[in-house]
């Protein structure tokens, strides 16, 4: 089992930044692929971005390319997601997920094992 607890999240104005932070605890020293989803009221939750157990590998979607950023502190089993240049429609709940290696390695489906339980990103314009 691996428990996750997401952080950072608040109001920003358009423009603006944040940092989520990911803190694991648990099984942490399997191999797990990590992500950040998103779901917005009324809309499906959504891919944002992941890394790959070794971090050599990162995924982005489309909507957020340039401007978000994934990376993983190992000795702190903790994972962010900087984000920069935001704009309204960021504004979601965004979720933190671990992918366990057995279940494969779609870093950009939703079939992740593992999920926090939310922080609340809002961009005013």
């Known amino acids: 089992q691996v428990h996750l607890v997401e952080s950072g999240g608040g109001l920003v104005q358009a423009g603006g930044s944040l940092r989520l932070s990911c803190k694991a605890s648990?099984?942490?020293?399997?191999?797990?692929?990590l992500g950040w989803f998103r779901q917005a009221p009324g809309q499906k939750r959504e891919f944002v971005a992941a890394?790959?157990?070794?971090?050599?590998?990162?995924y982005y979607a489309d909507a957020v390319k340039g401007r978000f950023t994934i990376s993983r502190d190992y000795a702190k089993n903790t994972h962010y997601l900087e984000m920069t240049a935001l704009r309204p429609e960021d504004t979601a709940i965004y979720y933190c997920?671990?992918?366990?290696?057995?279940?494969?390695?779609?870093?950009?489906?939703?079939?992740?094992?593992?999920w926090g339980q939310g922080t609340q990103v809002t961009v005013s314009s």
């Open positions: 997920a671990a992918l366990d290696p057995l279940s494969g390695n779609d870093y950009e489906g939703d079939e992740y094992d593992y």
């Open positions: 648990g099984r942490t020293d399997d191999h797990y692929g």
């Open positions: 890394i790959s157990w070794a971090g050599q590998t990162t």
